[in-house]
Structures are given as C-alpha cells and as structure tokens.
C-alpha cells in the first residue's frame, strides 16, 4: 500500500490471502480493503471459513474523474459440507435458514463486523442482518 497509494492512477486497493477479514480504511481518498478472508476455502478454524464480498460504488466528479464513494462490505462464509459460498446478512434474514447454521453464520457475522468496525471508515457500510 506504502507503494502504490502515492500514484494517481491508484483508486482502490483490495488485499487478499491473509485467510483471514482484515479491516478497511480510506487512506489519502483511497479505498484499501487490508483482506478478504477466504472466498472459498477447505479451511475448517472458524475465522478462517469467513470472508468478505466488497461492492464499490464509484461516481462522476465534477472534474469528469471517477472516484469510489462508497464500500459495501458483505461478509460471507463457507459451509464445508457444500464449499457453498453464503451471504451471511442475508441468509441470517431468511426465516427458512435452519437454527444450527444460523448460528454458525451469526458466528461469522459478529466477528465480520467487529474487524471492521475495529477502524471505522467512512463510506464503509455492513448490511444488517435484521
């Protein structure tokens, strides 16, 4: 990040292969996603079977440049007896999510959350699960 913030043609980092969700800060008005977690993985240590889908909302300036406005971060979690990719706000709304994945997924979302909202950033928002 210390190499390629300084660039002008720089409008958004995202890390990757840390196998765990790393918080997301606005640097100099850069976006830089730290980690994603694990997208898809045969990984069993619950932290690790976390991830994180990032939607970038970009908008015209008035000089004509785009710029990234905003960062849905959705996190996400794999369920290992069907390397299925869930999204967890959403599965944790739907009333049909049997009670022992909820859990796990409930899990997931908490510790999501609180590696986000552990360096609060504006423009960065978490879908509710409710």
């Known amino acids: ?10 409008d958004l980092l995202i890390g990757h292969h840390a196998h765990v969700v790393q918080p ?8 830089v996603v ?11 240590q619950a932290p690790r079977r976390d991830g994180l889908t990032v939607l970038a909302t970009a908008e015209l300036g008035w000089d004509l440049k785009w710029r990234f406005r905003n960062i849905e971060a959705v996190p996400t979690w794999v369920d290992m007896a ?8 959403y ?13 796990e997924l409930q899990g997931s979302y908490d510790r999501t959350k609180a590696i ?6 504006w423009g960065v928002t978490i879908p ?3």
Request: proline residues 14%; charged residues 15%.
């Open 1 to 10: 990040a210390d190499a390629l913030l300084p660039s002008s043609d720089i």
């Open 24 to 31: 997301i800060e606005l640097i100099d008005g850069t976006y």
């Open 34 to 44: 730290w980690g994603l977690g694990n997208q898809l993985s045969n990984q069993s």
């Open 82 to 89: 069907t390397h299925r990719v869930i999204p967890v706000p």
């Open 91 to 103: 599965a944790l709304r739907n009333p049909g999510t049997p009670p022992g994945l909820r859990g």
């Open 116 to 121: 986000i909202d552990s360096r609060p950033t």
């Open 128 to 130: 509710s699960p409710n």
